[in-house]
């Protein structure tokens, strides 16, 4: 399942959930007519609690690698 996250200004919505990131955007394009032109979105997956707790490690892991190989703005 996926939520479509959208933030314009100090307003954030969750709209959801979608079967498939297609229906979050073909829904987005709706949606944003009604935001102001500096809106900011995203397209989240739901993960099930009980799959991050009988494997922490791997995500943990990926976490660290984007982090680290992410330039660091001067």
């Known amino acids: 399942m996926y939520l479509l996250t959208i933030r314009d ?4 919505r969750h709209i959801g959930p979608y ?8 829904d987005l394009d709706r949606l944003l ?8 979105w995203q397209i989240h997956e739901l993960e ?10 791997p ?7 984007s982090l680290a190989s992410s330039p660091v703005a001067a």
């Open 33 to 40: 007519a009604s935001f102001g032109e500096r809106a900011r």
């Open 19 to 26: 079967a498939s990131p297609k229906q979050a955007v073909d």
């Open 9 to 12: 200004g100090l307003v954030t």
């Open 59 to 65: 995500a943990k892991d990926r976490d660290d690698r």
């Open 48 to 57: 099930e609690p009980a799959r991050l707790l009988e494997n922490p490690g």
